[in-house]
C-alpha cells in the first residue's frame, strides 16, 4: 500500500526518542503479563518437566489438557463464521436501497471467501485468543493484489499503553515486525540504506546513553532486539491525532533515532486503527484482563499431570516388586530377577497394598472440573451425567438451558468482533474497489448493482452459538420447517433455504429456488391451465401449486378480458369458476385466514363468470321450451 510520505522536521528525532521511550514503558508495564503468557505457552506445547524424578527411569508425562481444549472449542469458533451460506447480513440505512442488502451480502461473501486470506488467518486469530485470551486481526488494503488482506497478530506482538482499557480509545499502538535481512531488502518501503546499521547494533548488550548495561528487563528478546545477529525487529507505530486521524511510522528499537519508514497519513475512511481485537472473556476492565484457557486450568493440568505420574510410577513398582531374604550374608548385587535365571539363596516377595485411590476416577472428575469451567459445547452434560442416580427430564432441560447460555455468551463476544472486522474490511471495498462489481454467486457470474457499493449498512455476521453442534441446528429448523410450513405469515422461499443451509450451506446454491423463480414458475403454469380450458379441457390442481398466485393470474385475466370486451363463453366461465374453487378449497384447507382475506378479492371474479354461467343456462331452458 504506499501511502502519502509528509515531510520530515528537525523535531522529527524527538518524536522518535519520545516513542521509544514510551513503547519501552508500555514493555516494562507488562512484565507480568508476558512472562505469563511464556509460561502458558509452555504448558499447552510441552508442558512442565518433573522437577525431580522419584527415580531413575521415572515418568515425566504431561497431560495436554489446554491443548486438548483449544483443539475441542476453536473449531467451535470457525464453525459459527462458515457454518451459513453467507458471512453476513447487510441493513442498508438508505430506504431507497433496501432492495439492495442481498446483492452486497453476496458480493461480500464472495470476495472475502474466495479472494481473501480471511479463512486461514481467522483460524490463527481464534488460536492466539484461546491461549493468550485476546488476539488482533488486522484488516488492510493490499495494493498490489488488489484485495483486502488480513494477518492475525498475536498480543505478545502488539503493544498498547499502560492505561489502555480498549484498543479502541488507545492513543496509540504499536505492531511488533520480526524480519530477515532478506525479507527486509525485498520491501521497497524501507529505509534500505541503514539495514546494515540495524544488523550492526542488534546485540543484547545494548548500552544507554551514559554507557551502562540497561536493566534486564527493558529488554525483551524478539520485542526490543532480534532472537540472534540475523533478525531485524521493528515498531509500526500507529498514533492517533488530535484531529481524529492516524499516523503510521516505522523505526527500530536498535535505532531509535533513524526511520525505516517516515510518518505517513493512514488513508483509509473508516479513521480508526486498521486492527480489531478479539477477546476471549468479558470481565473487570483492563486491555490484559481477558483468560486464555492455558492461564485458566493451569492449576488443573499440572494436577492431572502429577497424578498421570504417579499412576505411571505406580505401574513400574507393581510390575516390579520389592523382595527380601532371610540370610544376612546375601549379596543383592549377585540377584538377576530375569526369566529362567537360577537363584542359589530363598527370597521373599515384599506384598504390595491396594492403592489407595482410583486414578482414572480422580482425573477424569479434575478433567470434568475443567470442562464445566471453561465451558466446552456439549461437555457438560456428559459430566453432570457421569453418577448412577437418574435424573429426570427437567434436569436434563435445565443442564442443557445452562451449558448452552455458556456457549450463548462466548459467541456474543465473538461475534462482536468479528462484526468489526467484517465493517472494516466492507469500508476498504468501497473505498477502493467499488468498481469491481463481478462475482460468482450459486456457479453463475453476476454483477452487483453499483448504487449498492455505499457505506451506509449494519453489517452483522450470520455466526450462531448453535453453529457448532451440526446435527443439533439440523433437528431444531426441521421441527421450525415442520410448525410453520405453509404458514401465511411466514416466508416459505426462506423456510426452505434455512434448512437446506442447515444440512449444507453450498448445497443452498444449487436446491434452492429464489422466490422470483419460483413465483415466475407458477404463473407459467396458471397460464398453460387457462390456455387448456380455452380449448375445452378441464385442469387439475396440483398440490404443490401456489394457489394464491394462480387464483390472481385468474382473476387477472377475467377482469382483463371484461375490460377489453373479450368474449368468454359459457364452457369457459364453467372451467375457470371450478378451476378457481378448487385453487380456494386447496388454500382453504392449508391457511383459513389468507383463503378468508382472499374471498372478499375474489367476489368480482366469481359474480363475473357466474353471471355468463347463469345466463347461458337461462337461454338453454328458453331454447327447450320453444322446441317443446
Not at 433 to 455: G, I, Q, T, V, W
Amino acid at each position: 500500500m504506499t501511502y502519502k510520505t509528509q515531510h520530515v522536521s528537525k523535531a522529527e528525532p524527538d518524536r522518535l526518542k519520545a516513542a521509544d521511550e514510551d513503547i519501552r514503558s508500555a514493555l516494562r508495564s507488562r512484565d507480568t503479563w508476558a512472562d505469563r503468557q511464556t509460561f502458558y505457552y509452555k504448558l499447552r506445547h510441552g508442558g512442565l518437566k518433573r522437577p525431580k524424578k522419584p527415580f531413575p527411569g521415572a515418568a515425566d508425562m504431561n497431560w495436554p489438557l489446554a491443548d486438548m481444549m483449544i483443539e475441542k472449542i476453536k473449531p467451535y469458533y470457525i464453525q459459527q463464521v462458515f457454518a451459513s451460506e453467507l458471512l453476513a447480513n447487510f441493513f442498508s440505512l438508505k430506504s431507497a436501497h433496501l432492495d439492495l442488502n442481498q446483492a452486497a451480502s453476496q458480493w461480500f461473501d464472495y470476495r472475502l471467501r474466495q479472494r481473501t486470506n480471511f479463512e486461514t488467518e481467522i483460524i490463527s486469530a481464534a488460536d492466539y485468543m484461546l491461549v493468550h485470551g485476546k488476539s488482533l486481526m488486522k484488516v488492510r488494503w493490499d495494493e498490489d493484489r488488489k484485495r483486502v488482506a488480513f494477518d492475525a497478530v498475536s498480543p505478545t506482538m502488539f503493544i498498547v499503553p499502560e492505561s489502555t482499557v480498549e484498543l479502541e480509545t488507545a492513543d496509540w499502538c504499536v505492531q511488533v515486525h520480526q524480519l530477515s535481512e532478506a525479507t527486509y531488502r525485498r520491501n521497497s518501503n524501507y529505509d534500505q540504506s541503514i539495514c546494515h546499521m540495524l544488523l550492526e547494533t542488534n546485540s543484547t548488550h545494548i548500552e544507554d546513553a551514559e554507557g551502562e548495561l540497561r536493566d534486564e528487563k527493558y529488554l525483551r528478546e524478539g520485542l526490543t532486539h532480534g532472537c540472534d545477529d540475523s533478525q531485524i525487529v521493528l515498531w509500526e507505530v500507529y498514533e492517533r491525532q488530535d484531529d481524529g486521524t492516524v499516523e503510521v511510522f516505522t523505526f527500530s528499537p536498535t535505532l531509535p533515532d533513524r526511520y525505516v519508514r517516515p510518518p505517513m497519513a493512514l488513508p483509509y475512511s473508516h479513521g480508526a486503527f486498521p486492527f480489531i481485537e478479539f477477546n476471549a472473556e468479558i470481565k473487570d476492565k483492563g486491555y490484559y484482563a481477558s483468560r486464555g484457557i492455558p492461564e485458566r486450568v493451569a492449576s488443573i493440568q499440572m494436577s492431572l499431570s502429577k497424578l498421570w505420574n504417579e499412576k505411571l510410577d505406580a505401574l513400574t513398582v507393581y510390575n516390579r516388586p520389592f523382595f527380601y531374604s532371610d540370610n544376612p550374608m546375601v549379596n543383592a548385587g549377585n540377584v538377576r530377577l530375569t526369566p529362567g535365571e537360577l537363584i542359589p539363596f530363598p527370597i521373599r516377595k515384599i506384598p504390595m497394598e491396594s492403592p489407595p485411590i482410583n486414578w482414572d476416577l480422580e482425573m477424569n472428575s479434575q478433567r470434568n472440573t475443567a470442562e464445566q469451567m471453561i465451558g466446552v459445547p456439549d461437555a457438560g452434560l456428559s459430566s453432570q451425567f457421569s453418577s448412577s442416580e437418574r435424573r429426570t427430564a427437567a434436569e436434563v432441560n435445565l443442564i442443557g438451558s445452562i451449558v448452552s447460555q455458556v456457549v450463548d455468551l462466548r459467541s456474543r463476544v465473538f461475534r462482536r468482533a468479528l462484526a468489526d472486522v467484517f465493517r472494516q474490511a466492507w469500508s476498504l471495498y468501497v473505498q477502493y474497489a467499488k468498481a469491481d462489481l463481478n462475482f460468482f454467486y450459486r456457479n453463475e457470474l453476476m454483477k452487483a448493482p453499483p448504487e449498492a457499493m455505499h457505506s451506509d449498512y449494519e453489517i452483522e455476521p450470520l455466526a450462531s452459538a448453535d453453529n457448532f453442534n451440526k446435527q443439533f441446528v439440523f433437528s431444531k429448523k426441521v421441527q421450525r420447517f415442520q410448525l410453520l410450513q405453509n404458514n401465511p405469515f411466514v416466508n416459505q422461499s426462506n423456510l426452505v433455504r434455512d434448512l437446506i443451509a442447515a444440512d449444507d450451506p453450498q448445497d443452498v446454491k444449487f436446491l434452492h429456488l429464489d422466490t422470483d423463480a419460483q413465483a415466475g414458475d407458477q404463473i407459467e403454469d396458471q397460464v398453460t391451465e387457462i390456455t387448456r380450458m380455452m380449448i375445452g379441457f378441464p385442469s387439475q390442481v396440483k398440490p404443490s401449486d401456489d394457489d394464491r398466485t394462480h387464483l390472481a393470474i385468474l382473476k387477472g385475466f377475467v377482469e382483463r378480458r371484461a375490460q377489453t370486451g373479450e368474449n368468454i363463453s359459457a364452457e369457459l366461465a364453467t372451467l375457470l369458476m371450478n378451476h378457481a374453487n378448487m385453487h380456494f378449497q386447496q388454500l382453504q384447507a392449508r391457511a383459513p385466514d389468507m383463503a378468508n382475506q382472499l374471498a372478499t378479492e375474489l367476489e368480482s371474479m366469481t359474480v363475473f363468470l357466474g353471471k355468463i354461467v347463469g345466463e347461458a343456462q337461462a337461454a338453454n331452458q328458453l331454447l327447450a321450451q320453444s322446441r317443446a
